[in-house]
């Protein structure tokens, strides 16, 4: 199937029933800022160009975030700064990601998730990773011919992400180096990035700050030639 067929197939996908439960739920509920809005409810598929260069592997939807706007990284603070970084370094055509239709388009560069539903606490089981873990594989499967990096965002996604390019008959070397911000692994010609996530977690701390993250972003632009 080709990318459109894809994002259209998971989109409908319910196959983790403690997640379909939890994303309607949250769905019906709302958070009061949002309480006027038709939240999205559903599997969120990746966003970006049609044929990109630089993927990004982030870690499953929020619940008030891309659960509601069917964007992935859209309508949180999270993805406030994602997209404002992407900006920084020409990634991006601007700075915010409000919502669907919002005129955002990227360069060169995708963005995805291990896991497609919003998960409680931001945390899926390793059930809900291994049940998501096909779409992955097909994202990877469409895009990897012309792939330049990687940047996985949090150490799900990186432990996530290997055994998937494994899966998908990629050549992964035997040791690939343990998670962490701006560690590099070399795939196939391909490198891989570590990144811390954007969550509040370590942007609201400092673990992760704007010059870190445009860092790595900047990096895979350059080895994407973007
Ligand atoms: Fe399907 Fe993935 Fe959502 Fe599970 S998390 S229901 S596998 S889209």
Same mark, same amino acid.
């Given at each position: 199937?080709?990318?459109?067929?894809?994002?259209?197939?998971?989109?409908?996908?319910?196959?983790?029933?403690?997640?379909?439960?939890?994303?309607?739920?949250?769905?019906?509920?709302?958070?009061?800022?949002?309480?006027?809005?038709?939240?999205?409810?559903?599997?969120?598929?990746?966003?970006?160009?049609?044929?990109?260069?630089?993927?990004? @592997?982030?870690?499953?939807?929020?619940?008030?975030?891309?659960?509601?706007?069917?964007?992935?990284?859209?309508?949180?603070?999270?993805?406030?700064?994602?997209?404002?970084?992407?900006?920084? @370094?020409?990634?991006?055509?601007?700075?915010?990601?409000?919502?669907?239709?919002?005129?955002?388009?990227?360069?060169?560069?995708?963005?995805?998730?291990?896991?497609?539903?919003?998960?409680?606490?931001?945390?899926?089981?390793?059930?809900?990773?291994?049940?998501?873990?096909?779409?992955?594989?097909?994202?990877?499967?469409?895009?990897?011919?012309?792939?330049?990096?990687? @940047?996985?965002?949090?150490?799900?996604?990186?432990?996530?992400?290997?055994?998937?390019?494994?899966?998908?008959?990629?050549?992964?070397?035997?040791?690939?180096?343990?998670?962490?911000?701006?560690?590099?692994?070399? @795939?196939?010609?391909?490198?891989?990035?570590?990144?811390?996530?954007?969550?509040?977690?370590?942007?609201?701390?400092?673990?992760?700050?704007?010059?870190?993250?445009?860092?790595?972003?900047?990096?895979?632009?350059?080895?994407?030639?973007?």
């Amino acid at each position: 199937p080709g990318a459109h067929e894809v994002s259209a197939r998971v989109t409908v996908c319910r196959a983790c029933p403690r997640l379909v439960a939890w994303r309607e739920q949250v769905a019906q509920e709302k958070r009061r800022a949002f309480v006027d809005q038709t939240y999205w409810g559903r599997p969120v598929a990746g966003f970006g160009a049609d044929r990109p260069r630089i993927l990004i @592997v982030g870690l499953a939807p929020a619940a008030h975030g891309a659960n509601r706007t069917g964007r992935m990284f859209t309508g949180d603070r999270s993805g406030d700064w994602l997209y404002a970084s992407l900006y920084r @370094v020409g990634l991006a055509s601007q700075p915010t990601s409000v919502a669907a239709g919002d005129g955002l388009t990227l360069r060169g560069t995708y963005v995805t998730a291990p896991v497609h539903c919003a998960p409680p606490a931001n945390k899926p089981t390793t059930a809900e990773r291994d049940a998501c873990r096909p779409w992955l594989l097909r994202e990877l499967e469409l895009y990897w011919p012309e792939l330049r990096a990687v @940047v996985v965002l949090g150490g799900f996604g990186w432990t996530t992400l290997f055994p998937t390019l494994r899966a998908a008959g990629i050549a992964v070397p035997a040791r690939v180096p343990r998670f962490g911000h701006g560690v590099e692994a070399d @795939v196939d010609g391909r490198s891989v990035l570590g990144c811390y996530h954007v969550s509040q977690q370590n942007t609201f701390t400092g673990r992760l700050t704007e010059p870190m993250l445009d860092a790595v972003l900047g990096r895979a632009a350059d080895l994407a030639g973007l």
